[in-house]
């Protein structure tokens, strides 16, 4: 199975704390940590796990500057065969609709029995796997924590309320947006990186991939950020202060009013 | 003014607390707006939600196709989109079905797509000004959405207030006969139910919960050395059961349990709108958190700023000495 996997390069959260810049317009982006797509890293894994089992390819693509090739490199060292890297300024500032028609250019290049995306992103609105497939007219499923491989189609699980699991047959071709915890992705050491860092990296811009620069970029977005603020927000919690004995007495003293002490 | 449809999910006969909400998104676009309910379903159960969506909706909109007896996003779209006239906004709810159905559906109506909305600012010239969040609540964006071709629109579930509202006796069409074969190339099979873990979270009266700040595995004791000391049970957020550290069962949140304690400790744990979706009953919330920053200190009752694995230890040394 040929699969193709959809990867984004954000602020990494676990590394960085998300908080404002000084003109409070925007988050505060110096020396912010990038890193792959939570998500989307559950994705590569599954797609390799696939292809270890059944055979095939998987690529990874992603749409964004020079600096987005870094996260195409991690996923190839994880083990994904090819990398290509969507990058033109036509493409600056597209919404999610811009976003998906690139990459619909990008599928329409080559030949894909399953393309999967991360179920959302930190940054972002969990559109894009929803998206494409609906303008290649595939099917699609979102927040899948579960695929088996059958014959023309998969069984694939879908992460709804309350722990509960809904089961479906979908039939190949398909759009797949994957959930976290689907698998354990694997370790990434230095030297799985340096195997891959002089791999040529393929780049394709809005003319190889016959799109008209009008239909993305920032002037065809239907939707834009104008800004990031931080609402004004109620009282919030008590805010316990003192030594930590003090802290801790305190604590123990409304533990006990609110019956959490037994 | 373009007409607006929300999308009704509902259960067993029963709509569900969003379909009132999406009344107030409604309203909120265009105050003037007699928005539709879509109701799509099959029999007995659906002639019940569309009695109830008409006690909201003025006008409610039924689809009855046996292919439509399970929510099956794929089906509904197709639906949809042979029913919603072109430049409509349809309102749904940001949650599994809405996430399912909402991004493909905006292709195919040609339409703006906007998720996971928390508020609405205006609207101006045919521009909508509302407000995002994005990394897990840290920061609010506004963004504008232009509705000149119609929009999707998912709104965050309890983010816009119902109002109480008279009974709006509202009349429902049978617009089944615009969808006919509803065929798609993803059949729905089944709903496989929650494994049940030891404990019972949803019952459990005090909760230890861990997030993140635990940071490895075997850092978790000190949580269940808490917990037994006050008696109590421990619970978690979702990275904790993404790394297989503790079961699904002890997941609190919108795509785990439903927890109803007397007190709830929030210890490392960011407090996403996912996480705290799936605490009700107005516990009393205690939030152990090394970042000052982090929003569960917006809902916590009290919140001690602190490293969990070094605080976790001292309090329960200073409840075992009580005892």
Redo the contacts between chains.
Sequence with gaps: MDILVCVKRV?D??EN????NRAGND?NRDDLVYSVNEWDNYAVEEALRIVENAGGSVTVVTVGDEEAEEVLRREMAMGADKGLLLCDEAFEGSD??GL?RILKAAVEKGKYDLILTG??A??????????L???LDL?????VNLIEVGEGKL?V???????????????LP?VLSIQ??IN?PRYVGIRGIRKVASVEIPRLGAGDLGLDAGKVGAAAA??????????E??A?????EGS??E???K??E??KA????? | MAQIFAYILHKNGVIDDTARELLAVARKIDASATPTALVLGAGSELASACAAAAGAYAQVWKVDNAALAYPNAEVVRKALVKLVPAGSIVLMAHEHFGMDLAPGLAIRMDAAFVSDLVDIEDLDGGLLKAVRQEFGGAVHSHVTVDLSTGAVITARPGSFQAKEEAAAGGQVADKSGAVEDLAGRRDFIEVVAAEVGDVDITKSEVLVSCGRGFEEQDNLAIAFELAKAMGADVSCSRPIVDAKWLEKARQVGTSGQTVKPKVYMACGISGSFQHMGGIKGNPFIVAINKNPKAPIFQVADVGIVADVLEFIPELTEKIKEGA
């Design positions: 602020p959260t676990s704390e998300i908080e404002l988050i999610g609709m998906a179920a959302q930190d940054d972002g609105a969990g559109q894009v796997g929803g998206m497939a609906a303008m099917p699609f499923a979102s927040l069984k699980g879908r992460e709804i309320e309350g722990g509960n699991q809904e089961m479906n047959a979908i039939s398909c976290t915890g354990e239907k939707v834009k950020r104008l800004d990031y603020f931080v609402p927000m109620g919030g919690a008590e805010i316990l930590t004995d802290i801790i007495a604590l123990l409304l533990l609110k019956g959490g002490l037994k």
